[in-house]
């Protein structure tokens, strides 16, 4: 299924002349440009060579030989104070005796619900079932009587 050539796109005029017709180019001389380094690249490059050098050339027989002190940091009293109480708890449940404590008899009490819970469930039930189509359509009147006294 290859198109034909009418549903090809189109090239503009004078770039197709371009591609097609020979073109004359100019003669140009070609000029290098050479940028040369400013005084801080310089410098850096300097630095970075002496430094390189300098860890080449480097003799280990300029080092000093020390000993290293390590210093022992001891627990404070807090800590100390933790952790005999936690060895102290660890001791007491290791060496506890199941044989120490008494046998008792679990006795299920059923409690029953009051008078007053049982009266609270039974109007919540009702007010659930009632019809309300049982109800008779009322217009309200107010009645106010408070007296208003006037100064």
Not at 32 to 39: D, G, H, I, Q, R
Not at 107 to 118: C, F, H, I, Q, T
């Amino acid at each position: 299924m290859s198109a034909s050539i009418a549903d090809l796109p189109k090239i503009p005029v004078d770039i197709a002349e371009a591609v097609t017709g020979k073109v004359e180019l100019r003669k140009v001389e070609t000029q290098e440009k050479n940028v040369l380094p400013t005084k801080e690249d310089v410098v850096q490059e300097r630095q970075h060579v002496e430094m390189m050098n300098g860890i080449e050339n480097f003799s280990a027989n300029q080092l000093n030989k020390t000993e290293t002190q390590e210093k022992v940091v001891l627990p404070s009293s807090d800590d100390i104070k933790a952790e005999k109480t936690h060895q102290e708890l660890t001791q007491g449940i290791e060496s506890f005796s199941p044989e120490k404590l008494k046998h008792t008899e679990t006795s299920e009490r059923v409690v029953l619900p009051s008078k007053e819970d049982l009266a609270r469930e039974k109007t919540m039930d009702l007010a659930a079932q009632f019809d309300h189509n049982k109800l008779r359509h009322v217009e309200p009147t107010i009645k106010n009587t408070i007296e208003v006294i006037e100064q």
